[in-house]
């Protein structure tokens, strides 16, 4: 996995679930609130029964989907690359369902004009804040562009269920990692977390990531030795042999 995959998907996480709005400082930018979950979904506690909702609760799951870099041609370095990510945004209206008594977290199932607005509205709004609003800085500057925006429904045409879950998934130009001898994070991870609120999340899963990093020793160069001409033979200014 590109660690810099984890950086855009651990810096828009900041911008939907802001720290100063967790902590109370803040409103919070799309209708999920704070339930913006990294690499997970949502479980039955984290649910919210406010009658506003009608029985459902907007949430988002983010995953880091796939990475790749490409170097740019044949001559090319092996750090010459462009490199591109793909983050996946799971939103959908919760709910609790249950299976034989036993109950779990699902999309609101079925037809639902009104429901089908809000998690439009909550798509759009994911969309706005990571490409258009100011919150969105700090995933804009772990990418170079947005090359494609997908939304895909999920249903089960076969059962004719219909469920209120929308998978986005943004395909971006990337910034490939950038490694070095020092411990602790590659660029551009070092810059994010220097970026980020202290007691911020992102903060401390990149700090968390940082220490699997040591420094690498290398033998310092001593001296240089260049072996003597062959007898009787020199090379002259103009590099002919003699």
């Known amino acids: 996995m590109m660690l810099s995959a984890e950086a855009a998907r651990l810096a828009a996480i900041e911008a939907l679930s802001p720290t100063a709005a967790n902590q109370g400082g803040g409103a919070f930018p799309t209708l999920a609130g704070a339930r913006i979950f990294d690499s997970r979904s949502a479980a039955l506690n984290e649910l919210d029964d406010r009658s506003e909702w009608d029985g459902y609760t907007p949430v988002v799951a983010v995953y880091s ?21 793909e983050i ?19 999309a609101m199932a079925g037809d639902d004009p009104e429901a089908r607005l809000v998690l439009a509205a909550l798509c759009g709004q994911i969309r706005r804040v990571l490409l258009f609003a100011p919150e969105g800085d700090l995933f804009r500057h772990m990418i170079r562009a947005v090359r494609r925006v997908d939304w895909e429904p999920f249903a089960v045409p076969e059962l ?83």
């Open 88 to 106: 996946e945004f799971v939103a959908e209206l919760a709910v609790v369902a249950e299976d034989e008594g036993v109950p779990f977290v699902d």
């Open 65 to 85: 989907r796939q990475a790749r870099a490409d170097t740019r041609g044949e001559a090319a370095e092996f750090d010459d690359t462009d490199a591109s990510i």
């Open 160 to 242: 004719g269920l219909r469920f209120q879950r929308t998978t986005m998934r943004l395909t971006c130009m990337a910034r490939d990692d950038v490694f070095s001898d020092e411990a602790g994070l590659p660029e551009p991870l070092r810059t994010l977390a220097a970026r980020l609120p202290a007691n911020s999340y992102a903060r401390s899963r990149l700090d968390q990531l940082g220490a699997h990093f040591s420094a690498i020793g290398r033998t310092p160069l001593a001296d240089i030795r260049i072996a003597p001409e062959a007898e009787g033979e020199f090379v002259s200014s103009t590099g002919d042999l003699r």
